[in-house]
């Protein structure tokens, strides 16, 4: 079954403290995982995937095969972090279909 | 660009009323989507679209219908409205099923009483 997890539904840090979402997937196959975004009052946007290997907003996520996860991370949160955060799968067949977690909600205390 | 467009914003509906959300794009991308997006559950794919006249179930198609006859547009109608249907309901576009990034709407926000 294809799945993604995000076991924390909060996760609350001050400024300037390290930042780890978790999310665990399960997929048979090479995934394809991405993090989007959801700022207050925004619409959902994409933050970054895997393919492309980068850094957006200080932020980095790398995939684990052996660990089937996909946590995005940042070394020094900021407040304009605070939002929701989800972590989503390709789902296998082209089809434009994501699989996504619960969603984490960061809060960036000052 | 207007990207993904959403109407209404907001909508109450009493139990067995029917609507329609609307969505369009003006990206021409071929694949279209529905999401619901509830606390704790994360969004749930309803309906999507691989291209005009191509539409598929979801994870929660129960209720709902679609229909796709133009590029540009993928509504999305609640047969008989019930209270388990109160949500957020966001649309969502993409180039192709690949890697791209998909574009998301403002969302509805729909209460049903």
């Known amino acids: 079954a294809q799945r993604v997890t995000q076991p924390e539904k909060l996760l609350s840090v001050f400024k300037g403290a390290p930042v780890e979402l978790k999310c665990n997937y399960s997929y048979s196959g090479s995934p394809e995982l991405f993090w989007y975004v959801q700022y207050s009052r925004q619409r959902l946007q994409l933050l970054l995937r895997h393919i492309s290997r980068e850094s957006i907003k200080g932020f980095t996520a790398d995939l684990n095969k052996g660990e089937t996860s996909f946590h995005l991370k940042k070394p020094f949160a900021q407040e304009e972090d605070s939002a929701m955060y989800y972590c989503a799968l390709r789902s296998s067949g082209n089809t434009g279909k994501l699989i996504f977690g619960q969603g984490t909600t960061l809060q960036v205390k000052p | 660009n207007a990207g993904v467009t959403q109407t209404p914003k907001f909508q109450v509906l009493k139990t067995g009323q029917s609507m329609t959300l609307q969505c369009a794009q003006d990206m021409n991308h071929e694949y279209m989507s529905w999401y619901r997006q509830d606390p704790g559950m994360g969004l749930r794919l309803i309906h999507y679209?691989?291209?005009?006249?191509?539409?598929d179930q979801g994870e929660v198609p129960n209720g709902y219908n679609v229909s796709r006859s133009t590029t540009e547009d993928f509504p999305l109608r609640l047969l008989s409205a019930a209270p388990s249907q109160t949500s957020v309901y966001f649309c969502?576009?993409?180039?192709?099923?690949?890697?791209?990034?998909?574009?998301f709407g403002p969302g509805t926000r729909l209460t049903v009483t």
């Open positions: 969502a576009s993409t180039h192709d099923g690949g890697s791209y990034e998909q574009y």
């Open positions: 679209s691989v291209g005009a006249g191509i539409t």
